[in-house]
Structure formats: structure tokens, C-alpha cells
């Protein structure tokens, strides 16, 4: 496929965005209701909770969450109430965006389903890592997590657009290419529209800056790049070839870019547990 179509396939999909004609999904009411609920300093976790009871996909992962070995509950909880009130407002709120995530964007050919999955895996991944390495900037884990789960999420329009333009969906290696080049727009404009906090768009946005080095305190950004390069160790990517020396967020974080978070014996384990318990 030459390099005219792939640039009139982002010029069009550029131009869907700018005019607002390229569709991205509003968050369900369900997600929503969650999310104002948390925010209500009268709100109690039992309020929270029923809310969550009204779907019960939700209700479901959550309880497999609170009872994974991300929280390590000495006791098995089996009610929305309980799990709410382990896992705390910053999981509880994450934990319902990322599925509401898994069940917006649902792929109707073989090829989407297949990028789709390995998008989740991929995020998966990098999420988990993302939690490991937050303590090394004194950042919250779970936020950390969210930011790893969401930093690809423009890809998911692409995905999903690319069901409706055969020359885009017969062609995946240019599909691919298409997604690299336009995913941090698309994530931008995506968590913007879905109004979340400015560290979360600017995951979306600047993941893929592996030179960015904005001086300050480490940040989510940091944190998701050095994730997201370490998430290519030893894989064929790439990315697995950068020198991590050469990347700021390494320095920022105070990271030994000689070892690997992943290989660590303790933390590798975690980062496994974690990313089975974010699984589709």
C-alpha cells in the first residue's frame, strides 16, 4: 500500500475528528453514576455499591478483583459492598473504567477481534508494570495502573472505524501503521470527551514522547513510558531496541537501566498477578 493512501486515510480520519464526525463513544450511565457518586463527599461505599449492582458484569469483576492477588484479602469477599470498601475510591472508579473500556468498544470481524485482544494484553501488561514502578515516583499505584490501561486507548476508535473502510481493514500492516501514527490524537480527544483528570490525557498524549523531559517531579507519563519500553524486553519490537539509558523518564524515576522491573523476582511475580487480574 503506498504511502498516498495511508496519508488520505489519516487525513480522513483527522478531518472525522477536527468536524466532529468521527464517533466517539460517550461513557455509559452506569460509569457515570459511579463516578459522581465517588465524587460526592456524602456518598457512602454502600451507595457506591449499589450503584455498581445495577450491572452485573460489573458487580462480577469486580468481586474477582477484590478477591485477586492485587489486594490479597486475608478473607474471600462475596458481596459489592464489601469489595467496594477493600478496594477504596481510586480502584473502584478505575476498575469500572477500564471494563465500561472492554465494553464500548465490542469488534465484529476476526481481524478487530484480534487487534482488539491484543491491544488488552498489551495494556495489560503495561498496567501492571505501571504499578510496580510507582513507587518509585511516591505516585499512587492504582493510578499508575489506570494510566498504563488507558495510555493506547485511541487505538480503540481506529479499531473500530476501520470496520467500515475495507481498503483499511484488508490491509493490516497498514491498519497497524495508521493506528501507530494517529492514537495519541485519538486518546487525547477520547479522554478529553470523557473528562478525565489532565494526567490521564497527557498519558494519552505523550506515551509515545520517549524524549520528553519536561524537568519537575516524575509524573504518570514517566511512569507509562518506562512501562511501556520495559513491556518490549526481550520481544521482537521496535522499541525493544532503545537504549533506555538514553530516555529521561528512566533518569526522572531514578531507574537502573540495567535491570529490568520485569526480571526482578518479587516484583516480575506481582506484575503477573496484576496483569491476570486485568484480563479480559
Excluded at 466517539?24 to 449492582?53: C, G, H, Q, Y
Excluded at 508494570?129 to 494510566?147: E, N, V
Excluded at 514522547?209 to 509524573?219: E, H, Q
Amino acid at each position: 500500500m503506498s504511502n498516498d493512501i495511508k496519508e488520505r486515510i489519516l487525513n480522513a480520519l483527522i478531518e472525522e475528528l477536527e468536524q466532529d464526525k468521527l464517533v466517539l463513544p460517550s461513557l455509559p450511565e452506569v460509569a457515570l453514576k459511579v463516578r459522581d457518586t465517588l465524587d460526592d463527599e456524602n456518598a457512602s461505599f454502600k451507595d457506591v455499591a449499589k450503584v455498581i449492582s445495577t450491572d452485573a458484569a460489573l458487580s462480577a469483576k469486580l468481586l474477582q478483583v477484590s478477591n485477586s492477588p492485587l489486594l490479597r484479602g486475608s478473607t474471600h469477599v462475596d458481596s459489592v459492598d464489601v469489595a467496594v470498601t477493600r478496594m477504596g475510591n481510586t480502584m473502584v472508579k478505575n476498575c469500572v473504567n477500564s471494563l465500561i473500556v472492554q465494553q464500548m468498544f465490542q469488534p465484529t470481524t476476526e481481524i478487530t477481534d484480534q487487534l482488539f485482544r491484543s491491544f488488552w494484553e498489551h495494556s495489560s501488561e503495561v498496567a501492571a508494570i505501571s504499578h510496580a514502578l510507582a513507587g518509585f515516583a511516591r505516585l499512587k499505584p492504582d493510578q499508575a495502573m489506570f494510566a498504563g490501561l488507558v495510555h493506547d486507548i485511541g487505538a480503540l476508535p481506529i479499531i473500530k472505524r476501520a470496520e467500515d473502510m475495507p481498503e483499511l481493514l484488508n490491509d493490516v500492516p497498514l491498519l497497524i501503521e495508521v493506528i501507530y501514527d494517529l492514537h495519541t490524537t485519538m486518546g487525547e480527544a477520547l479522554m478529553k470527551k470523557w473528562d478525565f483528570p489532565p494526567e490521564i490525557i497527557a498519558v494519552a498524549r505523550e506515551h509515545e514522547n520517549i524524549d520528553r523531559d519536561p524537568g519537575g517531579a516524575p509524573d504518570l507519563v514517566d511512569i507509562v513510558i518506562a512501562a511501556n519500553l520495559q513491556s518490549y524486553f526481550g520481544k521482537k519490537h521496535p522499541l525493544a531496541e532503545v537504549a533506555w539509558g538514553k530516555v529521561p523518564a528512566f533518569a526522572r524515576l531514578g531507574l537502573d537501566t540495567e535491570i529490568s522491573v520485569i526480571d526482578m523476582e518479587e516484583t516480575g511475580e506481582s506484575i503477573k498477578e496484576i496483569q491476570e487480574s486485568l484480563r479480559m
